[in-house]
C-alpha cells in the first residue's frame, strides 16, 4: 500500500448484539498503525455512546430499529456519499440490511475488496416457505458484489455452501472473541449478587439478549415456572431489552413469577454481574455463534442452551454445556433443574468452559484472522498487478 494504511469501512445496521460488538470491536482494535477505521450504523443502541465516548471514527445512517422506508432509503443515500467522498480499500459488511446495501453500494463506487460477515441469514427455517426462498435468492444474487464471506463457525460456512450462496474457496471462517477477564473472585461475586439484589442461597440462572422472538425468552420464562417449583429458591435474572419487553413482563405476572425473575436491563458490566450468578441459559430458536456464551464461559459459569447453529460448536459440543432442542421448555426446566442440583456438574462444566474460550476464542486471535484476510486481499491485488 505503499507505505499509507489501509483505509477500512465497518458497515452494519446498527450496533445491536454480537454482530454489533463483533463490528466495534474490529474498529477499535484493528491495528492503528496499519489500518485506517471508520464505522457506520444505525442509531439506537447501547454501543453507540461507547464508540462516542472513545471517539472512533464513525458516522450514523438514519436507520431506525423499526421499518420505516423513507428512513430507509435516506440511510442508502448517506452511505452513498460517504462512499462517494471518501477513498476505502475494503469495505466489510454486517447484517441483512447493511450487509445488502454496503455490498452494492461499494461495487458501485469500485471499491476494491468487498467482504460480508455472516451473523445471520436472512432466510431462516421459522419463516414461511416464500419468505425463506425470496431471501435466498437475494443472498445468491448478492454473491456477485462479494470478494470474501467471514463465517464464525464451521457450520455457518458448511450453510453458505449447503445453500449455494457461495463457494468455499471464498468463505473464511473467524470465531469472534472476547478480552477475557481475570477469574473472578468470591469477593467479586458476592458484590455482583448484592447488585442484583439476589439472597446468599438464591441458585440463579442468567440470561441476556435482545428481547425478540429469536432468543427464544417465552419458553425460558415457562421453563423457569417448573424450575421454581423444584426449587423455591431459585432466581432467574435477564438482562436485555427490546421490543417483546412488556410481553415479557406480562407472562412473568402470568406464571406468577413477578418476585423470582428480575429484568435488569442492557448493563455494560455484564461480565462482572454475570459472576454473581450459577448458571447462564441461552434459549435462542436460532444463534450463528452467541457472543454472550463466550462471556458467560469467561465468569466460570456452566451453559444450559439450545442444541442450534453454532452453538454445539462454540460450546465444544457439550464440553461446557448442557445442550437441549429448542421451543422446548420441559426439555430446559430439566436441564437447569439437574444442573442447579449438581454442584459438581456445575464445577467441572464452569471450569472446561473457561479453559475453552481462553483457548479458542480471545479478542487477539480474532483481530489477528481478520487483519491477515484483508492483508491477504490486497496481496492478491498486487501480486496481479
Known sequence: MNGRRIRVLQVITSLAGGAGLYAYQ???????????VKL???PGYPLDAVVERERLPHAKLSWTR??????????????AQI?????FDIVHTHCSLAGAVGRV???WFKVPHVLFSVHAFASRDYQPVWRKQLFLMLERWLDRYTDRYLASTDIGKQKIVVKRISTADRVSVVPLGIDIPPIPSNAQRLRARACLGLADNALTVATAGRFERQKGLIHLL??????????????LVIFGDGPLYSTLRTETSLLGLENVVVFAGWRSDLDVLLSGCDVFCLASLWETFGYVLLEAMAARLPIVATCVDGIPEVTGDGQCALLVPPANAAALAAALIAL???GA??????EQGRQRVVREYTLARMIGRVEGIYEELLERVSARG
Open 83 to 87: 462512499l462517494r467522498r471518501q477513498h
Open 340 to 342: 442447579l442440583k449438581d
Open 26 to 36: 474490529l474498529t477499535r482494535h484493528l491495528d492503528p498503525s496499519r489500518f485506517d
Open 345 to 350: 456438574q456445575r464445577a467441572m462444566l464452569a
Open 222 to 235: 415457562r421453563a423457569f415456572a417448573d424450575v421454581h417449583a423444584a426449587l423455591p429458591a431459585a432466581r
Open 105 to 107: 453500494l461499494a461495487r
Open 66 to 79: 423499526r421499518l420505516n422506508p423513507l428512513a430507509t432509503l435516506y440511510g442508502v443515500y448517506q452511505l
Open 40 to 42: 457506520v450504523f444505525g
